[in-house]
């Protein structure tokens, strides 16, 4: 079956990057029916979205606009995994991190999201 | 963005009694084109992920119970789990992924009287 599995550090300081990677087994990352997403959660903020990959021919991005000019989630195939970077920190950015798949295929739309990562806390303080 | 507004914010229901969760979203999730709500629930247990329960507003994920079911359309929607088991003790959250950025309600704590 499907399985996300996150890994990266815990603690960033202020400032810096956020760094993630998520590892898809099961699935590719260059499948023509699924795009690979970040997630966060936090006690002040709830779910939020943050953005995804997919490859439909060619490789297609999208970000919450939130977080737009921060942000990048990139695939790696040689490994099949897709990483997330969150440039310039605060700790407004404390949360738990997900990576997540959803399956919206060709259609243009989104969808939901079907199998999720453990989550990785991660606390930004100096 | 599109607003999901949850009720209550946390109920206590017996074992194997009925329990109602609501789901408002600011603006209709509803795409005509296909006559689909881009609706979706999810239970979230302490230390765990989030885990899909319904999409579709209706539809249940494969391996999920029958006691949960999803009704509404448009911007009101609800999750039923119509006989409650110890093991249901859970935050439920709904989320609508017509529009980005998709956006997730609040939030509902259901436990057991």
């Known amino acids: 079956q499907v399985q996300l599995q996150q890994s990266g550090p815990g603690l960033v300081k202020p400032s810096q990057t956020l760094s993630l990677t998520c590892a898809i087994s099961?699935?590719?990352?260059?499948?023509?029916?699924?795009?690979w997403n970040w997630i966060r959660q936090s006690p002040s903020r709830g779910l939020e979205w943050l953005g995804r990959?997919?490859?439909?021919?060619?490789?297609?991005?999208d970000y919450a606009v939130s977080v737009k000019s921060r942000v990048t989630v990139n695939p790696d195939t040689s490994k099949n995994q897709f990483s997330l970077q969150l440039n310039s920190v605060t700790p407004e950015d404390t949360a738990v991190y997900y990576c997540?798949?959803?399956?919206?295929?060709?259609?243009?739309?989104?969808?939901?999201?079907?199998?999720w990562g453990q989550g990785t806390m991660v606390t930004v303080s100096s | 963005d599109i607003v999901m507004t949850q009720s209550p914010d946390s109920l206590a229901v017996s074992l194997g009694e009925r329990a109602t969760i609501n789901c408002k979203s600011s603006?209709?999730?509803?795409?005509?084109?296909?006559?689909?709500?881009?609706l979706a629930w999810f239970q979230q247990k302490p230390g765990q992920p989030p885990k899909l329960l319904i999409y579709w507003a209706s539809t249940r994920e494969s391996g999920v119970p029958d006691r949960f079911s999803g009704s509404g359309s448009g911007t009101d929607f609800t999750l039923t789990i119509s006989s409650l088991q110890a093991e249901d003790v859970a935050v439920y959250y709904c989320?609508?992924?017509?529009?980005?950025?998709?956006?997730f309600g609040g939030g509902t704590r259901v436990e057991i009287k």
């Open positions: 997540a798949r959803d399956l919206s295929g060709g259609t243009g739309r989104y969808a939901t999201f079907d199998i």
């Open positions: 603006q209709s999730v509803l795409y005509s084109s296909n006559n689909k709500n881009y």
């Open positions: 099961g699935d590719s990352v260059s499948s023509n029916s699924a795009a």
């Open positions: 989320q609508q992924y017509d529009s980005p950025p998709l956006t």
């Open positions: 990959t997919y490859y439909r021919s060619k490789w297609y991005y």
